[in-house]
């Protein structure tokens, strides 16, 4: 918040700001006014004027910065030297000056609750309150004023010690919401980065194989080079539109246009698809087909670009499993490429996004090829080994 205003627990970060506090801070030494009166009104020496007027000056000023310094990680040794150094203060004022002093050990109870944590604070504030009773006895008529301020003495430190655990709860809590945004702003950037290469790679494989082709035609069959050359303008526009969504956040592949793609990317390839027809869908969430969709995408496009097969067989199955009915995806090729190659950035993300539908991913070499088999939740009944 900018501004002249500030929350709990957090510093003031410019001039307004600062005053802000210290009026805050300070309006609480209205209390030290019989001090003050006595001063003035007591009849005292000048030169005990001069002392009195010294010691109080001195007295607030090391209250105030004890104060106002709290939460900034000094070590407990030196709060509690400073807390020392305001209770010998405390006691030489009272004891030379009079029981109109003894209000100045209220300021060193609410001090050490302000400024020590809770573990230090319940042992310095009830030495601070035995400290103004031992000296009350000692001043001249100082019990008069012993119950006036023993009482606010110890509820004063003990609830500066809440307002301090307060002020500690705010600061972690502003810290994890901080936290919380950067790890969603880290989700988001991996989402973009899966939908990225899932989609990119494969437009960009149809492409290539697609003008590899067209090139191949122009000599002799301009007019199927440029049928191949529409394509390429087709599959352009389809993953500019594609990463668009994808940038915004509304990229879900579905299963039908996605077996409709493969079966472009496979032929374009020369690679003999083996594919099953419309998909049957029923029960089965968006989020779980959707992440069939990309292992589809991503398993076509690696068998296009890496495996060197000549033959890929895609099989959608309802299964029933121990842990209920799933949508199996099995992707097969009989090339060469994927063997022997680990997991890489492709797979990883798949895995993350089957991960987060409830599914699994499988993926390995065979003796002659390499397979990918994908499962997916479904909410209704499943027979076992049904085409999809």
């Known amino acids: 918040m900018s501004g002249v205003g500030f929350g709990i627990g957090q510093r003031p970060v410019n001039r307004k700001q600062r005053v802000v506090k210290?009026?805050?801070?300070?309006?609480?030494?209205?209390?030290?006014?019989?001090?003050?009166?006595?001063?003035?009104?007591?009849?005292?020496?000048?030169?005990?004027r001069i002392l009195g007027w010294l010691g109080l000056a001195a007295f607030v000023a090391w209250y105030m910065v004890l104060v106002f310094r709290t939460g900034r990680g000094e070590r407990n040794n030196l709060v509690l030297g400073s807390l020392g150094v305001l209770a010998a203060q405390s006691t030489l004022l009272a004891l030379t000056l009079g029981r109109e002093w003894l209000v100045l050990f209220v300021y060193v109870s609410i001090a050490s609750g302000a400024a020590l944590p809770l573990r230090l604070a319940r042992w310095t504030i009830p030495g601070a309150c035995a400290l103004l009773t031992a000296v009350a006895f000692a001043v001249p008529d100082g019990h008069s004023y012993l119950a006036g301020l023993l009482i606010p003495a110890l509820l004063g430190g003990f609830a500066m010690t809440g307002v301090r655990e307060l002020v500690r709860t705010t600061i972690?809590?502003?810290?994890?919401?901080?936290?919380?945004?950067?790890?969603?702003?880290?989700e988001e950037r991996l989402r973009l980065a899966r939908d990225l290469h899932d989609l990119l790679g494969h437009s960009l494989s149809l492409i290539t194989l697609k003008s590899e082709l067209a090139g191949r035609m122009l000599p002799?069959?301009?007019?199927?080079?440029?049928?191949?050359?529409?394509?390429?303008?087709q599959v352009s526009r389809q993953a500019l539109v594609d990463v668009r969504e994808a940038v915004t956040g509304y990229r879900r592949p579905r299963l039908h246009?996605?077996?409709?793609?493969?079966?472009?990317a496979l032929t374009a390839a020369g690679v003999a698809a083996a594919l099953p027809?419309?998909?049957?869908?029923?029960?089965?969430?968006?989020?779980?087909?959707?992440?069939?969709?990309?292992?589809?995408?991503?398993?076509?496009?690696?068998?296009?670009?890496?495996?060197?097969?000549?033959?890929?067989t895609v099989e959608l199955l309802r299964r029933?499993?121990?842990?209920?009915?799933?949508?199996?995806?099995?992707?097969?090729?009989n090339g060469s490429?994927?063997?022997?190659?680990?997991?890489?950035?492709?797979?990883a993300g798949l895995t993350e996004r089957l991960t987060k539908a409830g599914g699994t991913l499988e993926a390995g070499p065979l003796k002659s090829g390499f397979r990918l088999v994908a499962r997916v939740p479904t909410a209704g009944p499943a027979d076992v080994g049904s085409p999809a």
Not at 172 to 186: G, Y
Not at 320 to 333: F, I, K, N, R, Y
Not at 337 to 347: E, I, R
């Open 22 to 48: 210290s009026l805050w801070t300070g309006i609480w030494l209205v209390y030290l006014g019989a001090p003050v009166s006595d001063l003035l009104h007591g009849g005292h020496s000048t030169g005990a």
């Open 172 to 186: 972690a809590l502003r810290e994890a919401r901080a936290t919380v945004a950067q790890l969603a702003a880290n």
């Open 220 to 233: 002799g069959r301009p007019d199927e080079a440029a049928r191949q050359v529409a394509d390429i303008e």
């Open 257 to 264: 246009g996605e077996l409709a793609g493969a079966r472009v």
């Open 277 to 312: 027809g419309e998909p049957d869908l029923d029960g089965v969430p968006e989020e779980s087909e959707s992440a069939l969709a990309w292992a589809l995408r991503e398993a076509v496009t690696n068998v296009v670009r890496h495996s060197g097969a000549r033959r890929c």
């Open 320 to 333: 029933q499993t121990l842990d209920g009915p799933v949508l199996e995806l099995t992707v097969e090729d």
């Open 337 to 347: 490429g994927g063997a022997g190659t680990g997991q890489g950035n492709g797979l």
